[in-house]
């Protein structure tokens, strides 16, 4: 059949648009978890029935180019199997996920008779079981310690989750209340999806809506490549560093070279450091979501992120390195770092391509799990992530870097949400949080500014935290002779009075009512020469008390 005339394409190009945000929209509102319904930590797509990405919702970029790994993992699981009503779930990220605290939840949408559509929720769990809680465990040497593996299953029938698999999941983490609440919002998220696609097909037809996709994707693919084919043809290369894997191993890095020759790009990172002992280590999904979406960044923001956008990118790594590790090596950390670096290292080495798009480096995750008990809630404990005290983004050639925006991972997709609402669901009190002064990187343009942030625990008793990031040593990059942003530093000030920084990655840090977080986040990078800063700027920062 025929595509569409060009105004019922736009049509259904924004409908499927509509549908992912009214989809995150019902996920935010029936999540159970402040990582969900507060820090938006979960991201929406739909794809069609190739698994092919058909649309996404702007939650976190990080999450949403490898969405189609899990659909297609799906595919090859069940096959012609695949029924009117079913319910898949997955997390495997060696079978199609990311990382093991992202759960993703797969509807098949039937019209006709026919396989049309999948509507896709991924939301990370604030615990998915393993050696330690809150999903991250620095001292994991393989994915068994990780927590619970799930590869493609059939989780229900005739829309309709199994109260037994459902049961075995949540006994498996260390909140099942939470875990569940999130499920089954994840789950009527997609079924939301699924119940606006069959109104769409009840419209056009499975044969128009078939037709209406491949041209939407073949559209945005022509789109990518004519911004593509502007950029100066060479081979570049492009690296950044992560500090260290927590297992005497430093300076790891990350390596690519980049091609763009007429409308298409190649990045090989076959150059990068062999695969790690920790969880630093990139499931495949993760690498080829890290370079799309560094791509993506460098496009025009019109331009549909779907799988037209991405098909002029072809991506070459290595098997045994960081960026595509051997089965069973651990991978948790990988969403945040090596994703950070790899987004990194591809706008470097295109910075010479096209020096208007590149933009300096985001900050990077330094995340706090603590999990402890609360007075006010007897028999239950928590386990709180810290969300708040954002890195800095990276200047460009548009202007300063937004503050507190984030990592380069969820562009600003991530939430440090309400600090009363905060202190109103866990025993935390907040005394500071602000901009760090003289945390950005200086610039034409330069960076945004971390966040500082000063937290007392007010506890029951005892409670442990863990850590899990990077960035204490290297900061996010300057670009184009813009300087790099200050790197974190966070420390733990004991109620006893002593003190003591904080690695990024650590496991099991006993804790005491009246102990204080202390966390200075670094800034984003620069972008341009600080010498071509206008004087003005400069002026402003200072009297706002940002230098």
Avoid at 173 to 200: F, N, Q, W, Y
Avoid at 515 to 531: C, I, K, T
């Amino acid at each position: 059949m025929t595509a569409p005339d060009p105004v019922t394409l736009s049509v259904l190009d924004n409908r499927f648009r509509a549908i992912v945000e009214e989809m995150g929209e019902a996920m935010l509102r029936t999540a159970y978890s402040q990582i969900l319904n507060s820090s938006r930590d979960f991201s929406i797509a739909l794809c069609d029935s190739g698994a092919r990405l058909l649309a996404q919702a702007d939650h976190i970029p990080i999450h949403v180019g490898a969405m189609p790994f899990a659909v297609q993992a799906v595919v090859d699981a069940f096959g012609d199997s695949i029924s009117d009503g079913d319910i898949y779930l997955l997390n495997d990220p060696y079978h199609g996920g990311s990382h093991l605290p992202d759960l993703t939840i797969i509807v098949p949408v039937f019209a006709e008779g026919r396989l049309m559509f999948y509507s896709v929720v991924r939301a990370h769990h604030t615990d998915i079981g393993g050696g330690t809680h809150g999903a991250y465990n620095p001292a994991a040497t393989e994915i068994f310690q990780e927590g619970l593996r799930l590869p493609p299953i059939l989780l229900g029938q005739n829309r309709t989750a199994r109260p037994d698999l459902v049961r075995m999941i949540v006994t498996n983490t260390r909140l099942p209340r939470e875990v569940r609440g999130d499920l089954m919002a994840m789950i009527g998220a997609a079924h939301l999806g699924e119940k606006r696609l069959l109104s769409v097909l009840d419209k056009h037809g499975a044969g128009e809506t078939e037709a209406a996709v491949a041209a939407i994707l073949a559209l945005s693919e022509a789109h990518a490549r004519r911004i593509i084919a502007t950029w100066t043809d060479g081979t570049w290369k492009g690296e950044a560093f992560l500090d260290d894997d927590g297992f005497g191993n430093n300076d790891i890095a990350i390596r690519a070279t980049v091609t763009k020759a007429g409308d298409a790009i190649t990045v090989d990172l076959s150059d990068s450091a062999p695969q790690v002992p920790s969880f630093l280590n990139s499931s495949w999904p993760n690498t080829a979501s890290a370079v799309r979406m560094a791509i993506a960044f460098l496009l025009d923001p019109e331009v549909a992120k779907n799988d037209g956008c991405f098909r002029p990118i072809e991506i070459v790594a290595k098997e045994g390195t960081i960026v595509l590790p051997r089965e069973g090596a651990p991978v948790t950390m990988c969403t945040s770092h090596c994703s950070n670096e790899i987004v990194e290292a591809v706008v470097k080495a295109l910075a010479n391509a096209c020096p208007e798009r590149a933009m300096g480096g985001w900050g990077r995750r330094f995340r706090v799990a603590i999990k402890g008990s609360d007075a006010r809630r007897p028999g239950r404990s928590f386990v709180w992530h810290l969300f708040h005290a954002r890195p800095g983004g990276g200047g460009s050639s548009g202007g300063d870097g937004w503050s507190t925006a984030g990592e380069w991972h969820s562009a600003g997709g991530l939430k440090f949400g309400s600090v009363e609402m905060a202190e109103a669901r866990f025993p935390l009190f907040f005394g500071k949080h602000e901009f760090r002064p003289g945390s950005a990187g200086d610039g034409t343009y330069r960076g945004g500014l971390g966040g500082e942030l000063v937290m007392r625990l007010e506890t029951d008793g005892p409670s442990v935290a863990n850590t899990a990031g990077d960035g204490v040593r290297y900061g996010a990059a300057g670009m184009l002779g813009g300087h790099d942003g200050a790197p974190h530093h966070y420390t733990l000030d004991r109620a006893d009075g002593t003190s003591r920084d904080l690695k990024t990655k650590e496991v099991g840090i006993p804790l005491a009512p009246g102990d204080v977080l202390h966390v200075r986040a670094g800034g984003g990078g620069g972008w341009g020469p600080p010498e071509k800063r206008d004087p003005a700027a400069r002026a402003r920062d200072a009297e706002e008390g940002l230098l």
